[in-house]
């Protein structure tokens, strides 16, 4: 099976941009070469990997898989063709999260980093599932606030604890005070968000969930508690990364904190992870003590 690397770029560049034009514009490459090469892939691999119609490309998933993988494989090969030639800063490192990234703890650290590290920046990007943007390598690093999932070929260690928050629209008859229970936000309808929601209905006891309304992303969970049609829980980070003038944020004094995990490819895709995992360990250990 004799598969090039060439065969590997016309397949990423495909599942990106969706079109042979755009595939072979990115590529710098003309539309029937990069066709050609397409074909002669799947007739290497003996398989259909990308269904064609007159409008647009989708990968079959057989096509997807490969995708999945080459995305990775072509990256650390980038990678180490950089490090080999002394040019290891060739790309930022990617740290990904999906709501809040740490908290207050974001802005000192990369700061830290970027004055002990001014060859290799971090570069910070927002995604809905960055535990999955690490397995096909389009992220270094995440920051994530559940477990990866046992087979994910991530390593990960606990980052930090973070308190677990109610958000209640100002006005509400709970913004005034200084802490809320589980029973006190009970009888609420609760915004959760459908790409990163780390509070659900199960904190509560069966008998006693509340009602719960799905949104989409932080803005309209943002926006339906400010203007009181919703309350909300979260974890501590999101009072830092998401400040709102109509939402007030107040500790829940008896719910569990919210675990944070910083995740990366068991065979490190950037040069500079180790070293950023472990300064972001020392801050993350300066910070408890």
């Known amino acids: ?10 397949l990423v560049a495909i599942g990106e941009e969706g079109t042979i034009t755009g595939a072979a514009l990115a590529l710098r490459v003309s539309q029937p070469a990069l066709s050609r090469t397409l074909e002669q892939l799947e007739r290497r691999l003996g398989v259909r990997l990308v269904e064609r119609t007159t409008r647009r490309l989708a990968l079959t998933e057989a096509g997807q898989r490969l995708w999945d993988q080459a995305r990775h494989i072509l990256g650390r090969l ?7 030639v002394g040019r290891a800063d060739a790309r930022p490192l990617r740290l990904a999260f999906a709501w809040a990234a740490l908290g207050r703890h974001t802005v000192p650290l990369l700061r830290a980093w970027r004055e002990r590290h001014p060859e290799a920046p971090v570069q910070v990007r927002r995604l809905d ?3 999955a943007a690490v397995r096909r390598g389009a992220a270094d690093v995440a920051v994530l606030r559940t477990r990866p999932a046992g087979d994910s070929g991530l390593a990960h260690v606990v980052l930090a604890y973070e308190r677990r928050m109610a958000a209640v629209p100002e006005g509400h008859p709970l913004a005034e005070r200084e802490s ?7 009888g609420e309808l609760v915004a959760l968000c459908a790409t ?11 008998d006693r969930r509340p009602r719960t309304l799905q949104v989409p992303g932080v803005d309209e969970w943002l926006t339906v508690i400010a203007t009181g049609e919703a309350v909300g ?9 998401h400040p ?15 675990t944070v995990h910083l995740a990366w490819p068991a065979l490190p895709a950037h040069p500079a992870t180790e070293a950023f995992l472990h300064l972001a360990r020392q801050h993350a250990r300066d910070a408890q003590s």
């Open 1 to 10: 099976m004799n598969v090039e690397v060439r065969h590997l770029r016309a």
């Open 78 to 84: 980038d990678d180490a063709l950089a490090e080999a």
């Open 129 to 131: 599932d960055p535990e």
């Open 180 to 186: 809320v229970h589980l029973a006190d936000v009970a």
């Open 196 to 206: 990163a929601a780390t509070s659900g209905a199960e904190l509560w006891p069966e």
């Open 233 to 241: 829980v979260t974890a501590e980070g999101t009072v830092h990364h």
């Open 244 to 258: 709102h003038p109509g939402v007030r944020y107040l500790p829940l004094a008896d719910a569990d904190p919210v």
